[in-house]
């Protein structure tokens, strides 16, 4: 378990949730359309499927099904976090409301198979002026804290 009293800060604004609570699991930032209710992420102001501007933004939560993914064996580029130096996995994610997520899976190979329910969780990739810069990745259901 990391500090719980250093700011945690995502890598990029815009596209999830940190909530305070350190148990508590990130949102995706995504936007429902009004007119026909297909759900995107990332967040867009005009629909992709009828062009509607009667978009509102909502906060999705983080299950998912796998659908497809790949381990790439080199360190995690930007990261300074040992977990991440013999490489990582990337999957891509089928949320309920619709959107599929391309995101870094925490674990190993073996772990992972196509169909299988994920949760998302936060992850730090390194410290920054004394707040920890954080992503959002995957792991199986089975083995979330
Ligand atoms: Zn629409």
Do not use: W
């Amino acid at each position: 378990m990391t500090t719980a009293s250093r700011l945690r800060v995502p890598i990029k604004p815009g596209f999830f949730t940190v909530p305070d609570d350190p148990n508590a699991l990130p949102k995706f930032l995504a936007t429902r359309c009004e007119s026909c209710s297909e759900y995107f992420y990332p967040r867009r102001a005009i629909c992709a499927q009828c062009l509607s501007e009667q978009t509102v933004d909502v906060e999705l939560d983080g299950r998912g099904t796998l659908y497809s993914y790949t381990f790439v064996h080199i360190p995690l580029f930007g990261s300074t976090n040992i977990e991440h130096m013999d490489g990582y996995g990337v999957g891509q994610i089928d949320l309920p409301e619709g959107p599929r997520i391309q995101a870094p899976l925490a674990g190993k190979q073996a772990e992972f198979k196509i169909g299988q329910q994920l949760v998302a969780e936060l992850d730090t990739l390194r410290e920054d002026g004394g707040r920890d810069l954080v992503i959002v990745r995957f792991r199986p259901v089975e083995a979330a804290r």
